[in-house]
């Protein structure tokens, strides 16, 4: 027997009703088939068809003990990139905290796990991801998956088949423009995208 302890991504969804959580999930089926997703409430059979045909992995938890509102965010590890030896630059500030610089663009099937501030001057290409437990900066399209867990993201658009998730929350891709620098917060518990003027 081999036991090996490993971070997932994850989200929980509350299922209130069938129609509406079917809708969320044609529409964002791409992004979410990346992830672990943790069901609660009316998980009807028709759900857990079309997420066994999506090959999706999940559980419904509704009659689980886990409790979830008081759990931490996990930090995600800071991780080799498979293959490649990467030397991109780290720039440190007086006051000692770091930011990873990538002046270039990522390409398709490269993994980024950062807990550092990133700043990316190039696109995200279809199939590479970025996982950051801080801000955010890309100069070019995002095409690939993009997670931003820090205090804020500029982006300067998301392409057909990009994907950004900010704090736990998908932005939709009409909310972006295109070939526009942008800064997306959160303020009063709501998402915020503006202008970088």
Same mark, same amino acid.
């Given at each position: ?107 398709? !099937? ?29 100069? !070019?399209?995002?095409? !690939?998956?993009?997670?931003?867990? !820090? ?47």
């Amino acid at each position: 027997m081999k036991v090996t302890q490993k971070n997932l991504r994850v989200f929980h969804i509350l299922v209130n009703e069938e129609t509406a959580f079917l809708d969320y999930f044609n529409k964002n089926s791409v992004l979410l088939k990346e992830f672990f997703l943790l069901l609660e409430g009316r998980v009807t059979p028709k759900i857990c068809s079309i997420l066994d045909k999506a090959q999706v992995c999940y559980k419904d938890i509704s009659s689980c003990s886990l409790r979830l509102s008081g759990v931490k965010k996990d930090e995600l590890p800071a991780q080799e990139q498979k293959g490649i030896e990467q030397k991109e630059p780290i720039a440190t500030s007086k006051e000692g905290l770091k930011l990873k610089v990538y002046d270039r663009p990522i390409r398709s !099937g490269e993994e980024i796990s950062q807990d550092v501030p990133v700043v990316i001057f190039g696109r995200i290409n279809s199939g590479s991801k970025l996982f950051c437990q801080d801000s955010v900066s890309v100069y !070019g399209v995002i095409d !690939g998956l993009v997670q931003c867990d !820090g205090e804020y993201m500029v982006l300067n658009g998301i392409g057909e088949r990009g994907n950004v998730i900010f704090n736990g929350e998908i932005i939709e891709k009409e909310s972006v423009k295109h070939n526009v620098l942008q800064k997306i917060t959160i303020r009063n518990h709501r998402v915020e995208i503006k202008e970088v003027v």
